[in-house]
Every structure is written in C-alpha cells, then in structure tokens.
C-alpha cells in the first residue's frame, strides 16, 4: 500500500510517534512526495531542532513558510512553529482595537504568560495548524509532532484552552478592574507594595490592566479552541503512526493507536523506519564456504555477525506482526528499511519515498 493512496483526498497529515524514529524525515519524505505529485504542499515541525531544515537542505525554518526548490509540478514549503510569534498574532487577530492590542502585548504579565506557553507549545501548533487550513492556501499540511506523550498533549490542548477560559478562576480574574484581584488578600496586596518599592513595578496594576483587556477576547479564544478540536476530527484529517520496529517505540505505537481510538480521531495507516532486513534471505549460513573464503578466524567473524543480523531481522518481524495484530484496521504497515546513509538532504529523502510511495496507485491530480 503506498502512502499516497493512504492519505488520498486528506487536507491535513498529523505524524505521530515515539521520539528518534524518524518522524520528521518521514513528515519531510511525504511532503516531497505528494509536491511530486502535483500538490501544494507545506510540512511544519514544532521541532526546534533543525532536522527538519537539515532534510530538506535549508539553513534554517522560521514561524513564516519558506519554499523548498525541487523540480516537482507541485510547491514545497516548509516551517518551523513559534508559539511566542502564534499567541502573538492570535492577540492581534482577537483584540477587539490597537488600544487593546498594544496594551496586552506590551503588558509585562502577557509577556511572561505567552513565553510560558511557548513552553508548552502544544495548543499554538493547533492554531497555526488551524490558521493555515482556513487560509486554503496548500492542498496538503503535514504536520510533524513531539514524541507520542507529548503529542498527546497536542491532542487535549483546544479541550484544555477552552477549559481554562470557562474556570471559575479565571473569570473572577475577568471582573472589571481590581475588583477581581481582591481575591488575593489583604496579605498579598502588602507583597505586591513591597515588591513594588524594591524593583519600581507595579505588579497589581499589570495584572489589573492584562486581565482587563484579556476578557474582551476570551470568548473569541474559547470559540476557536472549540473549531481547532473539530479540525482534529474531520474527515478531512488522518493521523499517521510512525514507529520504529523497536520492542518500545511498538508498545507506543500502540498505546497511541489506542488513544485515537478513544477520541475517535482518523486513524490512517503507520509506517515502520529502519527495518532490518536478512543478510542471506532464507538461506542458512554456511560457516566452512565462509572460513575457505576468508580464513578461519574472519571466516567466523563475519559467520557470527550474519547470525546476529538475521537474529536482528527475525526480532523486527515479530515486533511489527504484533503491532500488525493490535491495529487489526486498515493497511498493513509500510516498512522502510535502514538505508545506507542517514537522511539529511532531499535525495536521502527520495530514497525513502521508494519505500513509502511503492506500489504506487494514484494518478496525478489534474
């Protein structure tokens, strides 16, 4: 089964995996393989490592989408998510004037506050995801996750958003003015005055002032988490597992799978990297050919360490046939084996796509 006839008609790919198996090269792979293909493509990591960038043969990815040049009917782009810059631009897109804007972007609690979040950079992946697809500029997103437990994170961060702004915390922080902050107590008030006489900064004031001008666009926020959520689950998107043959990257794999499940997101196929392969398939080693070959002494080096690769290749088989079992729905995993090199340019990355767009079953648009 090629990938291509897995994600056909999708709009969004969110990979997903363990971490080191190779899911950003694969994210990379798919989208040079559909640009290939005929498509507008852009493939986004919140990976601030650059193995993206490094994939595709750039010096570095930024918050804004930069083209990759290949010689495809289709476009290649490629980014790297900011949060900080995300939250940025969503404060601008909800602020209902550019009083309230420059207010809350120069607050200095908004500023703590969206580098704290930048931290967690979840939710803000989900946002510019979103942005993108509403902008319908790409006829393909492929997304590039954090490792399987964060990306779970990835996946409750619109739930979890619109749960913050309904807390009963934060709206007595949205009262009008100080009003709300008097729940701190007449104790902390006094902290507040002596912080303020220390470092000259009216802490009480900047909380006053940020959650003033935050309430008038907290309800723009809880309105986009709720359609970001919807996003994940539309038809239009599918999750692809991506996993090495590994005995713990395959208990991910299918603790993942699982967890889709239960949120009854798209599940659409998985890809297992770096497949070992048998040095001598279905034959047996013949240790005497080999010491006649090479000596006794190398004749048996090279005899044990052919039984060490098929041992390798035999423990790959049964990991994936388990995982194979688990999933029991649709395809069957599309196996990528350790190729000669890592993948650190576009032609390493044309050489896996002789794996995961094998059997290839699906014509070119237009």
């Given at each position: 089964m090629s990938i291509a006839r897995l994600i056909e008609r999708k709009e969004i790919v969110i990979c997903a995996g363990a971490g080191g198996v190779g899911k950003t090269t694969t994210a990379a792979a798919i989208a040079l393989g559909m640009a290939q293909r005929g498509l507008k493509v852009a493939v986004l990591t919140i990976d601030p490592a650059r193995r993206l960038a490094n994939s595709l043969g750039l010096p570095e990815l930024g918050n804004e989408e930069r083209r990759v040049e290949i010689d495809a009917s289709g476009e290649l782009w490629a980014m790297m998510l900011d949060p900080k810059r995300t939250f940025d631009d969503l404060i601008e897109k909800h602020a209902p004037d550019e009083r309230?804007?420059?207010a809350v972007l120069s607050n200095r609690i908004y500023q703590e506050?969206?580098?704290?979040?930048?931290g967690s950079q979840e939710y803000m992946a989900m946002e510019k995801l979103y942005e993108l697809h509403?902008?319908?500029?790409?006829?393909?997103l492929v997304l590039d996750t954090p490792p399987s437990r964060n990306a779970l994170d990835f996946l409750?961060?619109?739930?979890?958003?619109?749960?913050?702004?309904?807390?009963?915390?934060?709206?007595?922080?949205?009262r009008p003015g100080r009003i709300g902050l008097k729940v701190f107590g007449r104790g902390t008030g006094m902290l507040f005055s002596v912080l303020k006489g220390v470092t000259g900064v009216d802490l009480l004031q900047d909380l006053s002032d940020f959650f003033a001008s935050f309430g008038d666009m907290a309800e723009g926020f809880r309105d986009r988490a709720a359609r970001t959520g919807e996003l994940l689950a539309d038809r239009r998107t599918t999750f692809l597992l991506v996993t090495s043959p590994r005995r713990d990257a395959i208990d991910e794999a299918i603790f993942f799978h699982r967890r889709l499940?239960?949120?009854?997101?798209?599940?659409?196929?998985?890809?297992?990297n770096r497949m070992s392969t048998l040095a001598v398939q279905d034959e047996?080693?013949?240790?005497?050919?080999?010491?006649t070959l090479l000596g006794k002494r190398l004749g048996r080096k090279v005899s044990s360490n052919l039984a060490d690769y098929e041992a390798i290749a035999v423990r790959d088989s049964e990991n994936v046939a388990r995982l194979a079992r688990d999933l029991d729905e649709g395809a069957p995993p599309?196996?990528?084996?350790?190729?000669?090199?890592?993948?650190?340019?576009?032609?390493?990355?044309?050489e896996m796509n002789e794996y995961l767009f094998a059997a290839e079953a699906v014509p070119a648009p237009g």
């Open positions: 309230t804007r420059d506050l969206s580098n704290a979040v930048a509403q902008e319908e500029r790409y006829d393909l409750d961060a619109p739930e979890r958003l619109s749960r913050f702004v309904d807390s009963r915390s934060l709206q007595l922080f949205l499940r239960e949120r009854k997101l798209p599940f659409g196929g998985v890809v297992v047996p080693v013949d240790e005497s050919e080999l010491e599309i196996l990528v084996p350790y190729l000669e090199d890592d993948v650190h340019d576009l032609s390493g990355l044309l």
